[in-house]
């Protein structure tokens, strides 16, 4: 399974953007898909995920703010994001996996090259 992210840019506080992250390859064997983020020294951190079903989960911390929209159809997973924050900064990573248990919110097996996002002050 591949990857591919992008949308990423510089947007002001207060504004949106939206990622994309398009999965190709041996996609019938994936389950969740979801984003996960790493702003300048600090650790990666969980953002929010989807289910095939469409289950979602979203981080404390983008609750309200984010949404993650899947297309099933076309294999592609979005992260909107809205009433961004300089706190968002960071560079976002798409991943993808195949488990069905209690860890199918957190996939982890694939991932996709990281996108970064600036919010200005």
């Known amino acids: 399974v591949q990857l591919q992210a992008s949308g990423g840019g510089l947007v002001q506080a207060g504004g949106s953007l939206r990622l994309s992250c398009a999965a190709s390859?041996?996609?019938?064997?994936?389950?969740?898909m979801g984003w996960y983020r790493q702003a300048p020294g600090k650790q990666r951190e969980y953002v929010a995920s989807?289910?095939?079903?469409?289950?979602?989960k979203y981080a404390v911390s983008v609750r309200g703010r984010f949404t993650i929209p899947r297309d099933n159809a076309k294999n592609t997973v979005y992260l909107q994001m809205n009433s961004l924050k300089p706190e968002d900064t960071a560079v976002y990573y798409c991943?993808?996996?195949?488990?069905?248990?209690?860890?199918?919110?957190?996939?982890?097996?694939?991932w996709g090259q990281g996108t970064l996002v600036t919010v200005s002050s």
């Open positions: 991943a993808a996996g195949r488990t069905y248990d209690s860890n199918a919110y957190y996939p982890n097996d694939y």
């Open positions: 390859g041996d996609i019938e064997e994936i389950n969740g």
């Open positions: 989807i289910l095939r079903r469409l289950d979602r």
